[in-house]
């Protein structure tokens, strides 16, 4: 069984930062403003917090020693710490004025920091040109009301994985597979796919399996996405959701279980995760993040690709990863500022995705140049698929009101998928929470 710990590292989690028990501070240390000082005043030592998993940490080892060897007397001290315990500690940092210099932050996660203030403001040290180099959705992804309060360290977004052997089995001619944006299966031509090996697959087996469990609800948002649709206003506090574009989606996915495309256990609320259920061999399909790649090349025995997610109105996918952010009242911003320009460089950022199998944010930094370290072959899908993700989507999924939103998109997408609760009952409720959430 896959370790459900590891889906945290690279993915999106909205847990809502600010409103987790402040416990547990056991393998915390003190924050930049217990550093040494230069005789210049500013601190030549920074506090950089973090989760990582085995091959992440490495990779900030290796990086942070390139960083001491170009900046001489600068000293960045990692502390490596559980998932469960970062935010939480965290806050309790920023409250008593004791926080790292740096720390890593989901995208989710980033809009209650950067809302309330508690990051370093970094328009100054990017120029136009600087911040050119980066996808724009992920610049969008580190800014708030337009100003950029962390640098968009690497993301990581779900494609389709394919059982290849389970689905040559049912009959269906995997030479025809989509490999490109170009050729991605529409949902009329997706669920044709899904009703073929519906017919084709024993009682026990299912066509694909979605990964929208427990606090990856959000990922629903993609087929809204697809369809033409968003779940809030540019204004960021009125819900968009009932709508045309709302109902399709929700039509369409509804259909999953009502076609028993998918295993009924794998709702929004369900403790099974897609990549499990690939993974053992339940379904031909699974939609799963990339930073799950290496994970599925070990557990696997069977022969499996990835391809493009299908697309609607246009293509669309979630916004997973993470970014690296600054305190407010860092020891020595300009050299916090430096140290983030660094770990978001061409190079630095190549080394770092390449080890961990994640994706960059940068747009000059080509899928086939990048030497990924776990199944190279089908990391391209996953690179193209990030394409697809939009400003304006970004601006959404980063609200400050995304915790209480994921938490409504649990509640309610599972009344809709396994209570039989109507679409116009699910949108009806799903507007009024959004609202309710955004003012």
Aim: aromatic content about 10%; some cysteine.
């Amino acid at each position: 069984m896959i370790l459900s710990t590891k889906r945290v590292f690279g993915a999106t989690v909205v847990l809502g930062a600010a409103t987790l028990a402040l416990a547990g501070c056991a393998g915390f240390g003190g924050g930049g403003n217990s550093s040494g000082d230069d005789s210049d005043g500013g601190s030549q030592t920074l506090t950089f917090t973090t989760w990582a998993s085995e091959s992440e940490e490495a990779a900030f080892t290796e990086l942070i020693d390139q960083f001491e060897s170009e900046h001489d007397g600068v000293t960045v001290d990692l502390n490596v710490v559980p998932y469960d315990q970062m935010f939480s500690n965290i806050d309790a940092q920023l409250s008593s004025g004791d926080a790292p210099d740096i720390f890593r932050v989901d995208y989710g996660n980033l809009g209650v920091y950067s809302s309330q203030g508690q990051l370093l403001d970094l328009s100054s040290y990017f120029s136009d040109d600087e911040i050119s180099a980066f996808v724009p959705a992920m610049w969008e992804a580190v800014s708030y009301d337009g100003t950029p309060y962390g640098v968009p360290h690497q993301t990581d977004v779900s494609a389709l994985l394919v059982n290849l052997d389970m689905l040559e089995e049912a009959g269906f001619d995997t030479s025809t597979l989509p490999t490109s944006q170009d050729d991605a299966w529409t949902w009329e031509e997706f669920a044709d796919v899904a009703t073929e090996l519906r017919a084709a697959l024993p009682d026990d087996k299912y066509p694909f399996v979605y990964n929208w469990q427990q606090f990856g609800a959000a990922r629903w948002l993609s087929w809204l996405f697809q369809a033409g649709g968003s779940f809030l206003g540019e204004d960021g506090t009125t819900a968009t959701i009932d709508s045309p574009e709302g109902e399709k989606a929700l039509d369409f996915t509804k259909s999953f279980f009502d076609n028993n495309w998918v295993p009924p256990t794998s709702s929004t609320k369900a403790t099974a995760y897609a990549d499990s259920l690939f993974a053992e061999g339940t379904t031909a399909m699974a939609f799963v993040g990339s930073f799950l790649v290496p994970d599925m090349d070990y557990f696997n025995k069977f022969e499996w690709t990835s391809i493009p997610m299908p697309r609607d109105e246009r293509g669309a996918t979630d916004l997973g990863g993470n970014a690296l952010v600054a305190t407010k009242d860092a020891s020595n911003p300009d050299l916090a500022a430096e140290f983030l320009k660094f770990m978001v460089s061409a190079d630095a950022m190549t080394s770092f995705v390449a080890a961990t199998n994640e994706l960059p944010t940068r747009t000059d930094i080509a899928a086939d140049s990048i030497d990924f370290a776990v199944r190279p072959d089908v990391m391209p899908a996953f690179v193209e698929q990030a394409t697809t993700i939009e400003p304006e989507d970004v601006k959404q999924l980063t609200s400050p009101a995304m915790a209480a939103i994921n938490t409504a998109l649990q509640d309610q997408l599972e009344a809709a998928f396994i209570g039989g609760q109507s679409t116009a009952d699910t949108l009806a409720n799903l507007s009024a929470a959004i609202e309710e959430a955004a003012n």
